[in-house]
């Protein structure tokens, strides 16, 4: 093999393998903080982990969102038209609410 390409083949060898390196690294460190995406059903039958930040996917129930005029709380129900899984959010939301649709 000429040895110019022997260098190129060695260069992006390593190129390679420290990229791989950088993102299982960076995999590693973030394995905590991934948030999940659960439908109200899996959430519903224990397939959520307790205790750790989530994020629950669905239609949020008309007429069931409730705040609290002294605290940051909101309350609301999730559903995916199968379960309804009630959400107790405590901190400040912008609320776009348009034909039923409330976003956060």
Known sequence: ??????QRLYIV????????????LTLYALRANINAFYT???????EAPEGRQIRAGG???EGSVSRDNETLDVIFTVTDFDRDVTVHYQAS???????GRVWW
């Open 40 to 46: 109200p059903t899996q959430i519903a039958s224990g």
């Open 59 to 61: 239609m949020v129930r």
């Open 13 to 24: 060898t390593a190129i390679v393998l420290l990229a791989s390196l950088a993102v299982g």
């Open 93 to 99: 939301c912008r609320t776009c609410s348009v034909k």
């Open 1 to 6: 093999m000429n040895p110019k390409r022997k």
